[in-house]
């Protein structure tokens, strides 16, 4: 038998290399990946939800693959400078967005951003809730959603709320709470939850539409009162808290969100391996716990999942926001 291997038998018994002869390049396997240390953006400063639930999953992940996720915090231009540095990074896997709910707002509100969320993302997921809780002084007369409707109606200015920034989540939520109750609203913005809850204490707004966690101590002391979560069912983070679609509001839903993303292009073996890895260790009880007591809830779900949810974010903001007259900046 001849020892001369024709070109076909030499692309036959070496695969790689036929695709490459062929003009093509090998299919990323999954099973090589990680192979050195992997960076994860937060699109906020060191301390907050966004980032403090970026070093949960990082850990998490960084024990599972024997390799460091590394937080990177990219703060600014609201959300939109973590943003644009992932979407212009090498898809490779090793530089990933922890992305919020600005990354959906920001497209409704019409805002520049030299990227497009649909082209230059490839959405992974899981996506991690942040409930927000329709929350009142202990000494409102308001008990339940119905009383707190009737009560905004009879005020010539509105309801007023606090909200933890412009065109954010609980703002938009309060907006759509407005127009779902035919009530007028006056949303006043400040930096943060916390703030947002000391306006409320002291008395210079009728409430708020916003995370519970910073809300806690006051409601456990009975200065704070509980009256609905803006989510499809009650949510572990505060399961005494009814639905508004258990009161008769089954359009108010909303909340903040983290999700994870990468650049577009990513291999979908690494693709799917984070979704599936990422959505273990955010169901594990160990982060699953910490996340819950952070005031957040882990949604495992797949990649086709979250890039239908951010759609949908886009969809529901785009009219709240035009019904509303919202301007961003």
Same mark, same amino acid.
């Given at each position: ?84 540095? @992932? ?58 959603? !119905? ?67 910073? !809300? ?97 974010? @886009? ?15």
């Amino acid at each position: 038998m001849s020892a001369r291997l024709t070109r076909r038998d030499l692309l036959a018994r070496v695969p790689a290399l036929a695709l490459l002869l062929a003009g093509g390049v090998p299919p990323a396997r999954a099973q090589d990946y990680p192979s050195r240390a992997v960076r994860l953006l937060s699109p906020y400063g060191p301390g907050g939800s966004n980032d403090t639930s970026a070093r949960l999953l990082a850990e998490a992940l960084s024990r599972r693959y024997g390799q460091q996720f590394v937080v990177e915090n990219k703060p600014g231009a609201g959300t939109r400078l973590a943003n644009e540095q @992932v979407a212009h990074a090498k898809p490779d896997g090793y530089t990933l967005l922890w992305a919020a709910a600005p990354f959906a707002i920001n497209t409704t509100a019409g805002l520049p951003q030299p990227y497009d969320i649909r082209k230059d993302f490839a959405a992974i997921g899981p996506r991690v809730l942040g409930p927000l809780f329709l929350i009142v002084r202990a000494d409102s007369p308001a008990r339940n959603v !119905a009383d707190f409707v009737r009560l905004a109606r009879a005020q010539r200015e509105g309801a007023t709320f606090a909200s933890p920034g412009a065109g954010s989540g609980p703002h938009l939520a309060a907006e759509l709470f407005a127009a779902q109750g035919r009530f007028r609203d006056v949303n006043v913005h400040f930096r943060g939850d916390a703030t947002a809850y000391t306006e409320l204490l002291a008395g210079r707004v009728d409430a708020t539409l916003t995370a519970i966690t910073s !809300a806690l101590p006051f409601v456990k002391a009975g200065k704070l009162r509980v009256l609905a979560v803006a989510s499809e069912q009650r949510t572990p983070v505060y399961p005494q808290a009814p639905t508004f679609a258990e009161q008769g509001y089954p359009g108010v839903v909303g909340y903040g969100w983290f999700g994870l993303l990468a650049p577009a292009g990513t291999p979908a073996a690494i693709v799917q391996q984070l979704n599936r890895d990422a959505s273990a260790v955010l169901a594990g009880a160990g982060t699953r716990d910490r996340l819950v007591a952070l005031g957040l809830q882990p949604e495992p779900g797949s990649s086709a999942a979250f890039a239908g949810f951010i759609d949908a974010e @886009v969809s529901k903001w785009r009219e709240v926001i035009r019904s509303a007259g919202i301007v961003l900046e």
